[in-house]
């Protein structure tokens, strides 16, 4: 099992670009989240969604966009990326409600905004 | 304010030494209290899970939740270098519709040998 990955894993990109994070996981698990963590301000949620086709906003939506259009993938999208957005963005998949707190992490992906 | 508030730290102390953590948190609905792992740049991992009040015990690891003063702590006793890591809180409510967890910040800790 390769639990959850994350592609890619580091990013540069210029102000207005556009780029698509890509989430995998190969627990059969039904909810999966992006989050982005910042110095001084923890984990926060991004999207989330809770079956395939479905998905759901969180704390940070803006800027963002996502699809869920098969259960073991989450893609995470900049349409216009802005120097904002430079983080460090993880995907995490939980089993469902009952085991929703036990939320898997991918490696994480490094994006920088020029 | 913050939902949930967590101390930065960084902490140092030596090995052997008994470490606690501690959150607080405002919101009277949440009722499930996790701590969560996070080595550097590496993504966090479940430590500790525990329901409403009490503690819970897990080796070296002790998680606590007082609902009544929203306050929950973990405590690492015989500390190693291996537990040099960032510790996140994570909380949530019980109702349907919570599949979303409140982080803290997290707190940077460091074992010295």
């Known amino acids: 099992n390769a639990g959850v990955t994350q592609t890619p894993k580091f990013r540069v990109l210029k102000t207005g670009q556009s780029m698509t994070l890509l989430c995998a996981q190969d627990m059969n698990h039904e909810y999966m989240y992006w989050y982005r963590q910042d110095p001084g301000m923890g984990l926060r949620l991004i999207h989330y969604s809770v079956g395939e086709g479905t998905t759901a906003k969180g704390e940070v939506p803006d800027g963002y966009n996502v699809s869920r259009l098969k259960k073991q993938n989450f893609l995470l999208g900049l349409e216009s990326a802005a120097p904002s957005q430079t983080s460090v963005y993880f995907c995490?998949?939980?089993?469902?409600?009952?085991?929703?707190?036990?939320?898997?992490f991918g490696p994480g992906t490094r994006l920088t905004v020029l | 304010q913050k939902e949930v508030e967590q101390d930065p730290g960084p902490l140092s102390v030596p090995e052997g030494a008994i470490v606690s953590l501690n959150c607080t948190y405002s919101n009277s609905a949440f009722q499930y209290f996790m701590w969560y792992r996070q080595y550097s740049r590496k993504g966090p991992e479940l430590l500790m899970y525990t329901y409403s009040s009490g503690n819970k015990e897990d080796g070296r690891f002790t998680a606590q939740v007082d609902k009544s003063s929203k306050y929950i702590s973990l405590f690492i006793r015989d500390s190693q270098p291996s537990d040099s890591a960032t510790y996140l809180c994570?909380?949530?409510?019980?109702?349907?519709?919570?599949?979303?967890?409140?982080f803290g910040t997290g707190t940077r800790l460091t074992i010295i040998p």
């Open positions: 994570a909380m949530r409510g019980s109702n349907f519709g919570n599949e979303k967890l409140t």
């Open positions: 995490a998949s939980s089993p469902g409600l009952a085991g929703a707190d036990t939320q898997y």
